[in-house]
């Protein structure tokens, strides 16, 4: 099978990990504080906090807004359902936006109708690695008075295009931003996320947060007379990263242009394909800007309602898809949160179909894919 997602990971990553077996300390150590500045220095972030996951990396950045229930948090429907749990178990209660139909990130036209006196928080979702419109968002987040925790597991590397037609990379403005390094990303740690921010008090409690509130500070003070002390100031959790998974960080984050560079040129392959006459009125293509974008998912919206019988065509073909995603709001666990006017991700949702896109794809797998949605129509 030609898979969906699939990481890229080599003797390079091996070999650093094993510099830390042979160190004897696997927990969180110095190879997590080296990947944590080599993010900052990537994407010019001030500081950089290494989690276990994305998921947590999340629930960290929101834990610190100290949320109560009848607190707010708007967020887009069309997103895992792994950002609402973050919102979920940070105290608030999601307030589910609508998606923009071109690019299906956050629309902002809804997000204004959805903010209200009880909002505290705003979670928009880098879609597919293409960046929000973070000028507009944080303008609002300024005039409303609310704080903007970035969901960018799609989009580490990618670039915000300002008004100006400058850009900034996501993480490096902004209140919080919120990235994930799982075994499918534009680069992996195995399992790892992280948070950035230019926010140093923010920083310092989400070092607490993430090993179970512990004030490393007090525990420097004392550690020449009492090794064993430590103090614990608030509630906190075991969402640190260990020195395994920063190593393979380290070495994946030293190929990351090359990473963003294939996967771009895979994905104009399909943008170039889906424009022939053969897939008009059948395949719809999203915007993308590949000057903004280290793209992590390519999706196309499948009209005509026969997504299900193509994806089984393609299955049958030895090639995997997927959706990304089932609408939040449609699950169980979501059925008593706010959900009204939701109507682009409602169309959508039967129409979106992700195709293979990761590293190790060849020419030879990309020109098979297209030309079997070829032999489909």
Not at 28 to 48: L, R
Not at 224 to 234: A, G, I, L, T
Not at 249 to 266: A, D, S, V
Request: aromatic fraction near 10%; charged fraction near 20%.
């Amino acid at each position: 099978m030609i898979q969906v997602s699939k990481p890229f990971i080599g003797t390079s990553e091996l070999n650093e990990i094993e510099k830390v077996f042979h160190s004897g300390w696997l927990g969180m150590g110095a190879w997590v504080k080296t990947f944590e500045d080599k993010i900052c220095s990537y994407i010019g972030a001030i500081e950089c906090i290494a989690t276990n996951t994305g998921t947590n990396a999340l629930h960290l950045a929101l834990d610190i807004l100290d949320l109560k229930p009848d607190d707010e948090v708007i967020v887009p429907s069309l997103t895992f359902i792994a950002t609402i749990q973050a919102i979920i178990q940070a105290g608030g209660t999601p307030v589910f936006c609508d998606a923009e139909p071109t690019t299906l990130n956050i629309s902002i036209e809804d997000l204004k109708s959805k903010i209200t006196a009880k909002t505290k928080a705003l979670v928009p979702v880098h879609y597919r690695g293409l960046p929000c419109n973070m000028e507009e968002l944080l303008s609002l987040s300024n005039k409303y008075n609310f704080t903007v925790v970035e969901d960018a597991a799609h989009a580490f590397s990618s670039k915000y295009r300002s008004y100006d037609g400058s850009f900034a990379p996501i993480g490096s403005f902004g209140h919080l931003t919120c990235f994930s390094f799982d075994p499918i990303k534009v680069i992996t740690c195995g399992e790892g996320g992280a948070v950035c921010t230019n926010n140093s008090e923010w920083a310092e409690r989400i070092r607490k947060k993430r090993i179970l509130g512990i004030d490393k500070d007090t525990w420097s003070r004392y550690k020449n007379e009492r090794s064993w002390f430590y103090d614990v100031v608030e509630r906190g959790y075991r969402h640190h990263m260990s020195n395994v998974n920063a190593a393979i960080g380290c070495k994946q984050l030293e190929q990351i242009e090359t990473f963003i560079l294939r996967r771009n040129e895979i994905c104009k392959k399909y943008d170039q394909a889906f424009s022939s006459d053969i897939f008009k009125n059948k395949i719809m293509t999203l915007y993308s800007d590949y000057n903004q974008m280290a793209t992590f998912t390519y999706i196309v919206r499948v009209l005509n309602n026969n997504r299900f019988e193509l994806m089984n065509f393609l299955n049958s073909q030895g090639i995997s898809t997927g959706v990304h995603y089932i609408p939040c709001h449609t699950q169980t666990i979501c059925k008593n949160f706010r959900s009204e006017n939701l109507i682009t991700t409602n169309n959508i949702s039967d129409e979106i179909l992700t195709l293979p896109l990761h590293f190790g794809l060849s020419d030879q797998d990309v020109n098979f894919i297209i030309q079997s949605l070829k032999d489909y129509y």
